[in-house]
């Protein structure tokens, strides 16, 4: 297991381990390229997986990034805090930056390259005037308390996937991967349209959620609840997989049942509980929900806890397939 601290590009000790840390696109496919061709023939292609992600990494990103490894030649996971997906600048500043911690997590992890580059290498001319929207799909629960937030996350992900992108330079055939949780069951839908309406040639893969040993969703967030309130929240989950057992059992849903148990902690204030169609983000017929449950969808929940906003959701019935 590489455990090293990360080494610039230029450096090329030969028994140096870690990632490689690049500042620069061009940086990046330079040394993407080069180890791509020095990957040993298998007769098929040759596979590149990026992880995008805003730092502050925890262990839910290391699960993100070991999926990549396992199923990667090489593996690119970029850090860099978004502006343009924060409403509030003060968030913005606040959010916590800790590269040299991120790239020991991720040495551990075994992540080939970490991208990190500075805010004018992504935006070179500012804040972009050209960006994509993510219409319906992005103005709904998360989008709706957060009104242009999935804008700029697509505005930076766009833009990531195409620096990291296998350069026509490589001398030969490459599968190109991308890595997102299913933490954020929103973006990860929303991402997948974006890849699906502009052909962007890049496989979108989805990493399961990582739970702490009591239920409750691994999130960069949850180093700012108390004691208290994170086992406050743990009633979120609980509530996730009362719907998913009734799901197992086609059983009626009785969301309201599952309402009512996060309305009876005091200190978690529930924002919504909606059971959708896992790639429309439609809700579902509401006689799903009082009539024995067939089929598949997806449960997404969030609450406010103490300062803290957290999500969850969870597949229930034939989506978890």
């Known amino acids: ?93 606040r959010y916590p930056r800790d590269l040299e911690a991120d790239c020991a997590l991720l040495a551990a992890a075994g992540a080939d390259i970490v991208f990190a580059p500075e805010e004018p290498e992504i935006y070179p001319g500012g804040a972009p005037l050209v960006r994509l929207s993510s219409g319906k799909l992005g103005e709904k629960f998360e989008g709706a308390s957060r009104p242009g937030h999935f804008d700029g996350m697509l505005a930076v992900v766009a833009k990531l996937l195409h620096i990291a992108q296998p350069s026509s330079l490589t001398p030969v055939p490459v599968e190109y991967s ?8 929103q973006q990860l839908a929303i991402v997948r349209r974006m890849v699906t309406d502009l052909s962007y040639p890049v496989h979108i893969r989805a990493v399961p959620i990582v739970r702490s040993a009591e ?25 996730l ?54 089929g598949g969808a997806l449960v997404l929940v969030a609450a406010q806890v103490g300062e803290v906003r957290l999500i969850d959701n969870l597949l229930i019935g034939d989506a978890r397939d």
Do not use: W
């Open 178 to 185: 991308a890595y997102f949780g299913q933490k954020d069951a």
């Open 241 to 294: 997989f009362l719907l998913a057992d009734r799901a197992e059992a086609h059983e009626a849903l009785m969301i309201d049942e599952a309402e009512e148990l996060v309305d009876s902690q005091p200190l978690v204030a529930l924002d919504y509980l909606e059971i959708v169609d896992p790639e429309t983000l439609e809700p579902l017929a509401f006689n799903c929900r009082e009539t024995p449950f067939t």
């Open 215 to 239: 239920g409750l969703a691994l999130s960069s967030r949850n180093q700012f609840l108390t004691p208290e309130q994170a086992e406050a929240a743990l009633v979120l989950s609980r509530a």
């Open 1 to 93: 297991m590489n455990t090293a601290a990360p080494r610039h590009h230029d450096v090329r000790a030969s028994d140096a381990t870690g990632p490689v840390l690049v500042r620069t696109a061009a940086e990046l496919a330079t040394l993407s390229t080069r180890l791509l061709s020095e990957v040993s023939s298998t007769g098929g292609p040759r596979r590149l997986g990026l992880v995008p992600t805003m730092g502050a990494l925890h262990a839910g990103h290391e699960h993100l990034v070991r999926a990549a490894r396992t199923q990667n030649d090489v593996v690119v996971v970029s850090v860099f805090v978004n502006r343009l997906q924060f409403d509030d600048p003060a968030d913005f500043e």
